[in-house]
């Protein structure tokens, strides 16, 4: 028994180490399994997370490309859509500005004919409602474009040639007939060392322009809108910054509309806290665009002056320079200066001193008498219609009984009829806004002739449309214009001026007939069909021994259509509704420069 038991004894001591042993080697084996395990799922998951990574790059790759090609297709719709909308405002304005081209043309021609009172009270109905219409017209249509240009804000500016004077001026005849209602005169002064020819984009700074004195005009009630240009840095010799101030003689701001309007410049935010500063946000935006800034300075009952810079090249001169040349041949010819603005005075006569002629300035018709009383004779005056105490027309009558020889050139308010009653008093007649060019070939016309046989009874030689005219400056003028209308309204007043004109109706006929002929000046249509005006300027130029001048005669306004032009080899421009002052004086401007040659 006990042997037995001590036997039972060693059995029941060994079994438990065995046991142990046994669980420990399969403890090291679960442990190798699981490691092994262990270590093929960390090998298939990171299979799988590289699987689903490259599942990711090449789901977002093809995203990328698919929204690189939706972007580039955007982008191509947003600039066929803006190329559209640029298309329909031309159309637009070509279409009304043609048939306004022959109302307004022959209205003003039948006002230089013989009419009785009520004829003639109807006649100027129908030209000064014509003006105002084609006013609204030109006030719709730049602000579409002014819309036009928010779409298109982030667009890369144009580098074109243009002409800064006739940028300033085209601005001005938007808002002549507004200025003239409210008795509002606009000016302008560009300072001698600025180039009037640069190279930018004429277009938005048009733009920035039209927003400012649109600005200026609505807190205007009396007074004037001055745009000053200034040569701020000159960079290098193609390279400037110019300065721009437009200043009016509004009521100003007061100091808290002024500190608004200030944050409003300042601040980076394209919501403005006023109804002035949302005006200003375009400006504000194509001004940065174009290197510059945009600040503004007033203060109540003194006006405001809003001032930006701009970064531009200079352009070619052009013959404009040899204006200085010509006038330097009339130094020290005497000038009659009345006009009651001071500041259009004294741009004037500074302008007048720099020819080397010698003006005797008054502001108002009593000054201007006390000074005909002084002095023995001159050689040109210029009178301002709206002359304080004694008017432009009274102050005329006296001058021509004191100096029956003094030529007469009256500035008179947009669509200011009443002088045509007086007629024969005035050599020429110009509008204001001033327009430089046609003042200063009114004046130098007039003091060239000075001298010669010339009766200031004979009204002929003083109407605007006289046969005179072809005799002293014979030219051979081709008409290439589509519109048989505007065909017979600019036959008509070329007629009156003694010429004989021919006429084309498209570009291929152009290029025949001055295979067969020389013609010294063509006024050339833009849109005519078979071959249109710039294509058959271009093939003129290229073509031609003998090269006549070119002048747009075109409905085409808007976004640099005068650029256009210029461009494909024209000489001049000047826009539909053509006025019967302007085309006399653009055709009296280049034959002058011809006889020059």
């Excluded at 004046?443 to 002929?460: E, W």
């Excluded at 008409?479 to 309204?489: G, S």
């Excluded at 295979?515 to 005519?528: A, C, E, F, R, T």
């Excluded at 271009?538 to 409905?555: D, G, N, S, Y």
Aim: proline share 3%; glycine share 4%.
């Amino acid at each position: 028994m006990t042997t037995n038991c001590l036997l039972l004894l060693e059995k029941t001591t060994v079994t438990p180490f065995w046991l142990a042993w046994w669980f420990y080697l399969l403890l090291l084996v679960l442990m190798a399994a699981g490691g092994y395990i262990f270590h093929y799922l960390s090998i298939n998951k990171v299979l799988h997370l590289k699987a689903d990574l490259e599942r990711q790059l090449l789901e977002r790759t093809e995203l990328l490309t698919y929204a690189k090609l939706n972007t580039q297709k955007a982008r191509e719709d947003a600039a066929l859509a803006n190329q559209n909308k640029s298309s329909l405002l031309s159309k637009i304005s070509h279409d009304i500005r043609t048939p306004m081209n022959t109302i307004l043309g022959m209205s003003a021609l039948l006002h230089e004919t013989s009419l009785n009172t009520e004829q003639q009270e109807l006649t100027n109905t129908i030209l000064y409602s014509g003006e105002n219409l084609l006013s609204i017209i030109n006030e719709i249509l730049m602000n579409d474009i002014l819309e036009y240009s928010k779409i298109e804000s982030g667009r890369e500016l144009e580098a074109k040639e243009f002409d800064l004077r006739s940028n300033i001026e085209e601005v001005f005849d938007v808002f002549a007939s507004k200025a003239a209602q409210a008795s509002i005169d606009l000016i302008y002064l560009i300072n001698p060392d600025v180039p009037v020819q640069l190279i930018g984009d004429a277009l938005r700074l048009r733009q920035i322009l039209m927003n400012l004195i649109e600005n200026a005009l609505s807190f205007t009630t009396q007074g004037e809108v001055f745009v000053f240009v200034n040569l701020v840095d000159q960079i290098d010799e193609n390279h400037a910054k110019l300065g721009f101030e437009i200043r009016d003689t509004s009521a100003g701001l007061s100091p808290q509309m002024l500190a608004a309007v200030v944050n409003d410049l300042q601040s980076e935010s394209e919501i403005s806290q006023t109804a002035i500063g949302k005006t200003l946000t375009i400006c504000k935006k194509l001004v940065r665009l174009m290197g510059g800034s945009l600040t503004v300075e007033s203060e109540e009952k003194k006006g405001s002056t809003f001032k930006f810079s701009l970064l531009t090249n200079f352009g070619k001169q052009n013959s404009r320079a040899n204006i200085q040349t010509e006038m330097a041949k009339l130094a020290g010819k005497k000038i009659l200066l009345a006009e009651h603005n001071s500041t259009l005075s004294n741009i004037i006569k500074a302008q007048l001193e720099r020819w080397q002629l010698v003006p005797f300035t008054a502001n108002s018709g009593e000054q201007a008498l006390q000074i005909m009383d002084q002095e023995t004779g001159f050689d040109l005056a210029l009178i301002d219609m709206m002359m304080p105490g004694t008017n432009g027309i009274e102050l005329s009558k006296i001058l021509k009984e004191k100096h029956p020889d003094s030529p007469i050139i009256l500035m008179n308010k947009f669509g200011n009829e009443t002088y045509k009653e007086h007629a024969a008093l005035f050599n020429v007649v110009v509008e204001k806004p001033l327009k430089h060019h046609i003042i200063i070939g009114a004046a130098l016309s007039l003091l060239r002739q000075k001298g010669k046989d010339v009766s200031a009874t004979d009204q002929n030689v003083k109407q605007k449309l006289s046969v005179d005219f072809a005799k002293q400056y014979p030219l051979n003028i081709l008409i290439a214009e589509d519109d048989k209308m505007n065909q017979k309204l600019v036959t008509k007043v070329l007629n009156k001026l003694g010429y004989d004109p021919h006429v084309s109706e498209n570009g291929k006929d152009v290029l025949e007939v001055v295979s067969l002929k020389n013609y010294d000046l063509i006024l050339m249509d833009v849109q005519m069909p078979e071959m249109d005006g710039l294509e058959a300027t271009r093939m003129i130029r290229i073509c031609l021994t003998e090269q006549p001048v070119i002048i747009a005669m075109t409905a085409n306004t808007l976004q640099g259509d005068r650029e256009k032009c210029l461009k494909a080899g024209m000489d001049d421009y000047i826009a539909k509704p053509v006025r019967l002052d302007g085309l006399v004086n653009i055709i009296e401007k280049w034959a002058l420069q011809s006889q020059q040659k």
